[in-house]
């Protein structure tokens, strides 16, 4: 991104700061919800990012995977240790 001027160079480093803290952030809570229910956090991560592949290959058109989001319990067990 070209920034031309200080205020939007300073307002940009302090989006992209608050963008990476937030992810982290959320990776954490993510990390101890699964530690309390005893689930891998690492294959519910790669389930998330198979997801987010599915919705960006279909340009974001949401509605075809909405139905990858309804699986059965038995495909759940690759999540949990």
Sequence with gaps: MAVTDIS???????????????????????AQICC???MNVMRL?????RIHELICYNQGQVLEVVAF????????EIIHT
């Excluded at 991560?45 to 990012?49: D, G, H, R, S």
């Excluded at 989001?69 to 759940?76: D, Q, V």
């Design 69 to 76: 989001l309804l699986i059965p319990a038995s495909y759940l």
């Design 45 to 49: 991560l790669e389930l998330l990012i």
């Design 36 to 38: 309390t229910d005893n």
């Design 8 to 30: 939007s160079a300073e307002i940009y480093k302090v989006v992209e700061n608050t963008y990476r803290d937030i992810n982290f952030a959320f990776a954490n809570e993510l």
